[in-house]
């Protein structure tokens, strides 16, 4: 499908003073962030409109009538654009629902309602019952238009910025100041926090207004910051995540020990520094592993023997529980066999056993003398009613 080539042409907006002799130099300067985002709803709004006006046609194809649907779809916006503020005031009476003052929301609504008046009666059929189909050829469309070049997004936008200015009655995304003299409004628009910037940072071509020049440089995912772990290295931010977790020096490591034992977490340039400190807990726990009846105290006297038979780097060179282990073994080839001393459950039982029963002896018996002493008792009383 060809377009053709002629574009849209806007006249730039005339400035109308209130009364004669005022201000007649208008900052126009507006929030290009928003000006760009309204101008991607123009397109789709076309395209969509176009393919829905044409369906079922075959003497029609949506790109035969895309220059006229353009021009009637400006001239709507703008018509609409500028009627709003009284439309605004009707719809706050007789609305029960809020309704959103944001210029995005309130020109896609313009797009979509200027969309819907452009169906004809077989595609509001076929949008019914083929609704995937219909949003696919729609969509092709869009993507047609842009290969080719037609409506391109700097004339997109300078019709944005017009519709904007006309909803934002608040001035809250455009300035609105007026001046005298052309040399006030040049200084004037040298500080305006609605000239536009384009963000310094290396790979980076956003554009936005002065005032959110913070903002974006918070977010930007080009700028070049420290790293998050505070190891020495500035990184951009976009690779910030990457690099904290594969290249970081700071990065937080779990012992080479953890499987037997050593529950640390210590960055990954404090290893060296970590084996140094908790060598004798590591050895610990190696000979735990290797003599697993051994007690506490055997263990504890073992790494000391170990140690002492150990060259100042022998131990230090090994810094996995496989090396280590290797390296243990060795050192006590030489010292020869660990003396165990095993605990004695059975023993431990039996001494159970015995208190027990020790003391139900003890209860037993304490119930017979006290059975003995209730019918000695008894037998008196009853040698006192006889005699009696």
């Known amino acids: ?30 929030d290009t962030e928003i000006v760009h985002k309204i101008a991607q709803v123009f397109l789709p709004g076309l395209g969509t409109a176009c393919v829905d006006n044409t369906t079922g046609d075959v003497f029609r194809s949506p790109a035969s009538v895309a220059v006229d649907m353009r021009k009637e779809m400006v001239d709507y916006l703008t018509q609409r654009s500028e009627t709003f503020v009284a439309e605004s005031v009707i719809l706050e009476g007789a609305s ?45 469309f869009v993507q047609e238009m842009e290969i ?3 409506w391109l997004l700097d004339g997109r936008e300078v019709i944005a910025e017009t519709l904007l200015k006309n909803v934002d009655f608040k001035n809250a995304f455009h300035c609105n100041m007026k001046f005298n003299s052309a040399e006030e409004l040049a200084e004037h628009v040298c500080h305006c ?3 536009s910037l384009t963000c310094k940072n290396e790979g980076c071509n956003a554009r936005f207004c002065a005032s959110h020049l913070e903002k974006h440089d918070s977010a930007c995912p080009f700028k070049i910051i420290p790293c998050e772990q505070k190891c020495l290295d500035n990184i951009m931010r976009r690779e910030m995540d ?8 700071m990065k937080l490591v779990n012992c080479p020990f953890y499987a037997v034992g050593c529950q640390s977490t210590i960055p990954h340039c404090m290893i060296e520094k970590h084996f140094s400190d908790t060598s004798h807990s590591h050895l610990l726990y190696i000979l735990q592993r290797i003599h697993k009846e051994a007690s506490e105290e055997d263990l504890k006297r073992r790494v000391e023997q170990v140690e002492m038979v150990a060259s100042s780097n022998q131990l230090a060179e090994a810094q996995n529980v496989r090396s280590l282990t290797s390296k243990v073994k060795d050192l006590e080839a030489s ?32 119930n017979k003398d006290s059975q003995e002493t209730m019918e000695t008792s008894n037998l008196a009383n009853a040698s006192s009613e006889v005699q009696s």
Not at 243 to 249: A, G, L, Y
């Open 242 to 249: 990457k690099h904290c977790i594969t290249v970081c020096r």
């Open 148 to 150: 080719n070049g037609f």
């Open 1 to 30: 499908m060809d377009f053709p080539a002629n574009d849209v042409e806007l006249v730039p907006e005339k400035i109308d003073d209130e009364k004669e002799g005022g201000p007649s130099f208008k900052c126009d300067l507006a």
């Open 96 to 140: 029960e629902t809020e309704v959103s003052d944001h210029p995005y929301d309130i020109i896609s609504d313009f797009v979509d309602d200027f969309a819907s008046s452009k169906r004809n009666l077989f595609s509001r059929v076929s949008g019914w019952l083929l609704s995937e189909k219909r949003e696919d050829k729609i969509e092709d």
């Open 193 to 195: 926090s609605f000239r």
């Open 335 to 366: 010292l020869g066999p660990l003396e165990v001393h095993i605990k004695n459950k059975n023993s431990e039982e039996n001494v159970e056993i015995s208190n027990l029963t020790n003391a139900l002896d003890e209860a037993h018996i304490k």
